[in-house]
T-cell receptor, first 115, second 110 residues
């Protein structure tokens, strides 16, 4: 089973709201990722968690706050977003170890609209 | 810095008309080259990983090949359901970070 699930599928929020995106995988993967994707652009890396610790933060604004409560779950907390943050937010995971460990399996994404 | 260039940006084929998509890359030391398929509004679907020059992998109508400078995704006798954006990505070094190309949007006409 190579399934990564994400909730919600769609989210509309105002600039003063606080919301969270959720991602879950049960493949035993030990690296999890958040990406942002704008229309007609490739996915843009935001954060990487490796063994539940934040290993990469691509200089993302603090209005995005990631959290990894356990090896299967990844959250992205959103606060005071701007309209330009509207995008498809993708979660991915990859297996531990070398070799195939960089194969990333993506979830279906959350379509976020900031009004 | 790793660089990935995909061509063409868009490709329109008749059903059954075979073709190839190109992914050129520049990396300091390739650990893996990945092909993904992405349908509109959905997450990328993993297709293949290639590790070294000369390697080939196949899945249904798709075949991926790798040289030291580029990779090709060959599509044999495509069907309309093969219409999607195909993304190429590379990983180098010891980091869990991949660099994506901009993708090739494939449209297969019945």
């Amino acid at each position: 089973d190579t399934e990564v699930t994400q909730t919600p599928k769609h989210l509309v929020m105002g600039m003063t709201n606080k919301k969270s995106l959720k991602c879950e995988q049960h493949m035993g993967h030990r690296a999890m990722y958040w990406y942002k994707q704008k229309a007609k652009k490739p996915p843009e890396l935001m954060f990487v968690y490796s063994y539940e610790k934040l290993s990469i933060n691509e200089s993302v604004p603090s209005r995005f706050s990631p959290e990894c409560p356990n090896s299967s779950l990844l959250n992205l907390h959103l606060h005071a977003l701007q309209p330009e943050d509207s995008a498809l937010y993708l979660c991915a995971s990859s297996p531990p170890g070398g070799g195939s460990s960089y194969e990333q399996y993506f979830g279906p994404g959350t379509r976020l609209t900031v009004t | 810095e790793d660089q990935v260039t995909q061509s063409p940006e868009a490709l329109r084929l008749q059903e059954g008309e075979s073709s190839s998509l190109n992914c050129s890359y520049t990396v300091s030391g390739l650990r893996g080259l990945f092909w993904y398929r992405q349908d509109p509004g959905k997450g990328p679907e993993f297709l293949f990983t290639l590790y070294s020059a000369g390697e080939e992998k196949e899945k249904e109508r798709l075949k991926a090949t790798l040289t030291k400078k580029e990779s090709f995704l060959h599509i044999t006798a495509p069907k309309p359901e093969d219409s999607a954006t195909y993304l190429c990505a590379v990983n180098s070094g010891g980091y869990q970070k991949v660099t994506f190309g901009i993708g090739t949007k494939l449209q297969v006409i019945p």
